[in-house]
């Protein structure tokens, strides 16, 4: 996936950016998160109108 949320947050970043998927705008937010000695990624993309 070359998308660059994805990319931070694989690299334990976390943050907001827009983002464009199949001619979309997106707008991003990602975080690394720690359940059960796991890092887990929760990526939240919201359709960015106007």
Do not use: C, H, Q
Not at 19 to 47: C, D, Q, R
């Amino acid at each position: 996936m070359n998308l660059i949320s994805f990319k931070n947050e694989k690299s334990g970043k976390g943050g907001n950016t827009t983002e464009v998927l199949n001619g979309t705008k997106f707008i991003v937010s990602y975080a690394p998160v720690e359940i059960l000695s796991k890092t887990w990624g929760v990526i939240l993309a919201m359709v960015k109108y106007g």
